[in-house]
């Protein structure tokens, strides 16, 4: 019974608001289309904050929710696919901005499954009494990486973050995470170095990437075979569901509460569908804020905190999948 308890989350949404409608006075598209097939009907987007600055504001939140001195926290684990600088990392910004000054930090990139390979460490973490209160903050700026011609894939997604604060408790907690190495075919988005180097012969180091930087229009920008990250996502959440329920020793109808990764929600349909659970059972929050990677779990979670939803012992699954291509799932009683 090495578990976890949440003792307080918090959340930040931006407050710009973009909606289906906007994007059909720029491309090809309508409301209804990207509604039925997604299941979106608007997103939010920083036009104001950096990454670390959503992170710190959701952290904040998740402090005060909890009753936390940020001197009392151990350890900062950020998750992010977008973040602000190579480094410093955006974990050690948040910890300057809220005063965490006991904390070591670390971010992550697992992209879309980075909170639940977070709670699968933090656990860890908590569990070798190395620490007691761990910080885990998930933020996203994922608009930055969009190809705003790009009809196929640029308005799913959002921004946000979302926060928990975590410390041991004699409770069940069962994880099972995996990976998929994809090689760049069917979800990637390159980093931008441009080299100065002056000496002959170190240009070939790229060659590996060619295809993407032979293609300029296309080589900054988040790129995804739509169909191939359908098929992987049901599949992975799926198998990730029924493994860590087997590992817990539960049936999937014995779930009260499932908060899946917000990608899309026929996705989310199809693998629920998949493990017998309820709809009435699933969380979600992609109609209003589209997919923010690793941020949507967090977020749902404060949302349900806040309204009082979140009732201790609750039989609790998060799972998702992210670009890598990697999956994961958690098995928790609250
Ligand atoms: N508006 C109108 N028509 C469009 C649009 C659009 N925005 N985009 C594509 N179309 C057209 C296509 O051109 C195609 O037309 P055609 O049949 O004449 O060629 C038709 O609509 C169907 O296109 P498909 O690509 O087959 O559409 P699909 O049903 O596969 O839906 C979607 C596309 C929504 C992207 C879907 O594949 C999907 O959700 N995939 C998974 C995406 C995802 O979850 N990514 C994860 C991102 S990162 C992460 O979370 C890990």
Not at 279 to 300: K, Q
């Amino acid at each position: 019974m090495n578990g976890i308890k949440i003792i307080g989350t918090g959340r930040c949404v931006p407050s710009k608001v973009v909606t289906n409608d906007d994007f059909a006075t720029f491309l090809d598209t309508s409301d209804e289309w990207i509604y039925t097939r997604t299941g979106i009907k608007q997103r939010r987007y920083s036009t104001d904050m950096m990454n670390y600055e959503m992170a710190v504001e959701a952290a904040k939140n998740a402090l005060e929710n909890s009753g936390t001195d940020p001197l009392e926290i151990d350890l900062i684990i950020l998750t992010t696919c977008t973040p602000d600088f190579f480094y410093p990392s955006d974990s050690c910004l948040v910890q300057h901005y809220i005063g965490a000054a006991n904390a070591a930090c670390i971010d992550i990139n697992t992209a879309c499954t980075g909170f639940i390979s977070a709670v699968d460490m933090a656990r860890r973490y908590l569990w070798t009494g190395d620490c007691k209160k761990i910080l885990i903050v998930s933020s996203e700026f994922l608009t930055r990486q969009q190809d705003f011609t790009d009809r196929t894939s640029c308005f799913l997604f959002g921004d946000g973050a979302g926060a928990v604060i975590v410390e041991a408790a004699d409770k069940p907690f069962y994880s099972c995470l995996g990976a998929k190495g994809d090689p760049l075919e069917a979800l990637y988005c390159r980093v931008n170095y441009e080299s100065n180097m002056p000496l002959e012969g170190f240009k070939d180091y790229d060659k590996s990437i060619r295809h993407i930087l032979d293609t300029p229009e296309k080589n900054k920008y988040l790129k995804m075979d739509g169909k191939a990250v359908y098929r992987f996502a049901v599949d992975a959440m799926t198998d990730s569901f029924a493994k860590v329920i087997a590992k817990a020793g539960v049936n999937s109808r014995d779930i009260d509460l499932v908060i899946p990764h917000q990608a899309n929600q026929r996705i989310i349909s199809s693998a629920m569908k998949n493990m017998d659970v309820d709809e009435s059972r699933v969380c979600c929050n992609l109609a209003d804020h589209g997919n923010t990677s690793s941020a949507c779990i967090p977020t749902i979670l404060d949302e349900l905190n806040r309204a009082g939803k979140l009732k201790e012992g609750m039989k609790t699954v998060l799972v998702g999948f992210g670009a890598g291509l990697t999956y994961g799932s958690v098995y928790m009683e609250l």
